[in-house]
């Protein structure tokens, strides 16, 4: 079949781009259309480098020309990621005064390890990844940003611990705990364990940043955040001092937890925000007693996680079954990830090669991502992107 430019230009009309407005002939997103027979090339330029947003774009595109005109078609989409300028024609640094986050040196990749809701097993995903990643040979860090529930020193084995000062470049900074060879920085490490971390929004914010870059993390190709509940403070704190290269989010199959994570989902992938999303884990996907180990009872749901990466359009990166030597690995301090020839290792080296894959497919497709900033205008606070 032989396609027509003009009738593939008007079909165009019938998709949206997220967060553009109007649909992408009549947005300007389609700079150009051009067929030869069956081949037809689709040149789009969007302002969101979200991959889900651009991923999204090319499937509607694809899906579109094949259901109209021909299964067969040969269809090309080349998508160019260009940030609109502001209704005054200023950029987002010319408008007001603004905080800034900065990049720290050795630090290759930052990803934030997020969760809609607690309970659902967000920090003991986290250490399980870190000691996944290390196990892989790359050289791993954990920032506990959860600063009023911090648990990394538990599930480490390091509660007793203390941050040394070391000397670098002149300057006095923290040197990270060191266990199974993670780096860690806690603010469990400078309060009692009974002590209840009573501290409004600014305190805490300054708290993690002394931690952040008051520290001698030395080189690393991953820095795990492992972010506290919901989307509030600590979040902006976290993504307005640091370029996060990526977000993953923890959820359990159930619809409470469902609808919390697709919050958590939303706020990442916001215009303001704008940070990728790697991809949804889903922990205690089902349980597997040990006398039944070919039954699966899905206490919590079935496949709820999955149904919403896909409803998403997010990567799926694995789900984590519900096992009782997982929970008494992290009360003991030592990651059940660790345990070589288990069910659990071999969970956790999928689901981390999905992360490292991701990661990779993000920094190849994506320019790096930067710290998001504070501007006040009109009398009320907003969150810019830049």
């Given at each position: 079949?032989?396609?027509?430019?003009?009738?593939v230009?008007?079909?165009?009309?019938?998709?949206?781009?997220?967060?553009?407005?109007?649909?992408?002939?009549?947005?300007?997103?389609?700079?150009?259309?051009?067929?030869?027979?069956?081949?037809?090339?689709?040149?789009?330029?969007?302002?969101?480098?979200?991959?889900?947003?651009?991923?999204?774009?090319?499937?509607?595109?694809?899906?579109?020309?094949?259901?109209?005109?021909?299964?067969?078609?040969?269809?090309?989409?080349?998508?160019?990621?260009?940030?609109?300028?502001?209704?005054?024609?200023?950029?987002?640094?010319?408008?007001?005064?603004?905080?800034?986050?900065?990049?720290?040196?050795?630090?290759?990749?930052?990803?934030?390890?997020?969760?809609?809701?607690?309970?659902?097993?967000?920090?003991?995903?986290?250490?399980?990844?870190?000691?996944?990643?290390?196990?892989?040979?790359?050289?791993?860090?954990?920032?506990?940003?959860?600063?009023y529930g911090?648990?990394?020193?538990?599930?480490?084995?390091?509660?007793?611990?203390?941050?040394?000062?070391?000397?670098?470049?002149?300057?006095?900074?923290?040197?990270p705990?060191?266990?199974?060879?993670?780096?860690?920085?806690?603010?469990?490490?400078?309060?009692?364990?009974?002590?209840?971390?009573?501290?409004?929004?600014?305190?805490?914010?300054?708290?993690?940043?002394?931690?952040?870059?008051?520290a001698?993390?030395?080189?690393?190709?991953?820095?795990?955040?492992?972010?506290?509940?919901?989307?509030?403070?600590i979040?902006?704190?976290?993504?307005?001092?640091?370029?996060i290269?990526?977000?993953?989010?923890?959820?359990?199959?159930?619809?409470?937890?469902?609808?919390?994570?697709?919050?958590?989902?939303?706020m990442?992938?916001?215009?303001?925000?704008?940070?990728?999303?790697?991809?949804?884990?889903?922990?205690?996907?089902?349980?597997?007693?040990?006398?039944?180990?070919?039954?699966?009872?899905?206490?919590f749901?079935?496949?709820?996680?999955k149904?919403?990466?896909?409803?998403?359009?997010?990567?799926?990166?694995?789900?984590?079954?519900?096992?009782?030597?997982?929970?008494?690995?992290?009360?003991y301090?030592?990651?059940?990830?660790?345990?070589?020839?288990?069910?659990?290792?071999k969970?956790?080296?999928?689901?981390?090669?999905?992360?490292?894959?991701?990661?990779?497919?993000?920094?190849?497709?994506?320019?790096?991502t930067?710290?998001?900033?504070?501007?006040?205008?009109?009398?009320?606070?907003?969150?810019?992107?830049?």
């Amino acid at each position: 079949m032989k396609l027509d430019r003009k009738e593939v230009l008007l079909a165009l009309e019938t998709i949206t781009i997220a967060g553009e407005g109007g649909n992408m002939v009549e947005s300007g997103a389609v700079k150009n259309v051009l067929t030869f027979g069956n081949e037809v090339v689709v040149d789009l330029v969007i302002s969101t480098p979200a991959m889900h947003i651009k991923k999204r774009a090319e499937d509607d595109i694809k899906k579109l020309i094949h259901e109209k005109f021909s299964q067969d078609a040969v269809v090309k989409v080349n998508i160019k990621v260009e940030a609109q300028a502001n209704p005054n024609g200023s950029s987002g640094s010319e408008q007001a005064q603004q905080i800034k986050g900065k990049a720290i040196p050795g630090i290759s990749n930052i990803i934030a390890v997020a969760s809609g809701k607690g309970g659902v097993g967000k920090s003991t995903v986290t250490a399980n990844l870190a000691v996944t990643l290390a196990k892989m040979g790359f050289k791993v860090g954990i920032l506990d940003a959860d600063i009023y529930g911090p648990s990394m020193p538990i599930m480490f084995d390091v509660e007793n611990e203390k941050p040394i000062s070391v000397v670098v470049d002149g300057k006095s900074k923290m040197k990270p705990v060191e266990s199974y060879e993670i780096k860690i920085l806690s603010i469990g490490f400078f309060t009692a364990p009974s002590q209840a971390v009573i501290w409004r929004g600014p305190m805490a914010s300054k708290a993690l940043n002394q931690m952040i870059f008051d520290a001698d993390w030395g080189e690393l190709d991953f820095m795990l955040i492992d972010l506290p509940p919901g989307t509030g403070d600590i979040h902006l704190s976290i993504m307005q001092s640091l370029p996060i290269t990526g977000a993953v989010i923890v959820s359990t199959p159930q619809a409470v937890a469902l609808a919390d994570a697709k919050k958590g989902v939303s706020m990442f992938l916001s215009d303001s925000i704008n940070v990728p999303v790697l991809g949804i884990i889903e922990n205690m996907a089902y349980f597997t007693p040990e006398e039944l180990p070919n039954n699966n009872y899905y206490i919590f749901g079935k496949e709820g996680a999955k149904n919403l990466a896909e409803d998403l359009q997010v990567p799926f990166l694995g789900e984590v079954p519900l096992v009782q030597s997982i929970r008494e690995a992290g009360d003991y301090g030592r990651p059940a990830a660790l345990q070589t020839a288990s069910v659990i290792e071999k969970v956790f080296e999928e689901i981390t090669r999905n992360v490292v894959q991701e990661t990779v497919n993000r920094n190849q497709s994506l320019p790096p991502t930067e710290a998001i900033k504070i501007t006040t205008m009109a009398g009320c606070s907003a969150v810019k992107g830049k």
